[in-house]
């Protein structure tokens, strides 16, 4: 695997090195050995799916708050998102600051997001598909979130949503000057 610090400090893309053949290729996608000598060495405990059947959802900005902060490790398996991370730690010299790329079933990338990120997508094709790897079990009473369009993170998407859920769309807008 080959690890390629993001813009935001302590967020990663993780590439596959694929070992190529007649029948086609085979690689690893995640190795905890590996990650540990990345510095990454949080062991992931649990994986979740995301399938959205349309082109245009939008899901995030969600994150988790303490006892339960997640790191996640997340790549799309089936069509293609635009991954979105925000840096939410006050004490950041990246705060507020967001990052954004297109993880996609053909370029088999992932984005290792550590503790502090909000993180989001928009759906880039009709049955996209995300696979997150998670370090902590799923703990709803910790789960918030900000809005997508918070003119303090100032997030260019490549398109408005069509689709976005209730919840999401009522999150509240960051109070700056203290993060969370």
């Given amino acids: 695997m080959i690890f390629t610090q ?4 302590g967020a990663y893309l993780v590439d596959v090195e694929p070992s190529s053949d007649e029948r086609g290729f085979f690689a690893r996608a995640y190795c905890a050995e590996e ?18 059947d349309r082109k245009g959802t939008l899901r ?19 069509g293609a ?3 979105v991370i925000v840096d939410i ?10 990052y954004g790329l297109e993880l996609t079933a053909e370029n088999r990338r992932s984005l290792f997001i550590p503790p502090g990120f909000a993180h989001g997508f928009l759906s880039l094709t009709d049955h996209a598909e ?5 370090s902590v079990a799923h703990a709803p009473q910790s789960g918030r979130g900000f809005r997508w369009n918070d003119p303090a993170f ?12 209730a919840r999401d769309a009522s999150y509240p807008l960051i109070d700056a000057p203290s993060g969370v």
């Fill in 130 to 134: 995300v696979y997150y790897m998670i």
């Fill in 35 to 52: 990650f540990a000598a990345a510095g990454l060495g949080q062991v992931l405990r649990q994986c979740s799916i995301s399938h959205n």
């Fill in 154 to 165: 100032a997030i260019q998407w490549p398109a408005s949503p069509a689709v976005l859920s």
């Fill in 6 to 9: 993001a813009p935001l400090r």
């Fill in 81 to 83: 998102v635009f991954a």
């Fill in 60 to 78: 995030g900005l969600h994150y988790q708050c303490a006892p339960h902060e997640e790191h996640k490790l997340v790549r799309c398996t089936a």
């Fill in 89 to 98: 730690r006050a004490a950041s010299p990246t705060f507020l600051q967001w």
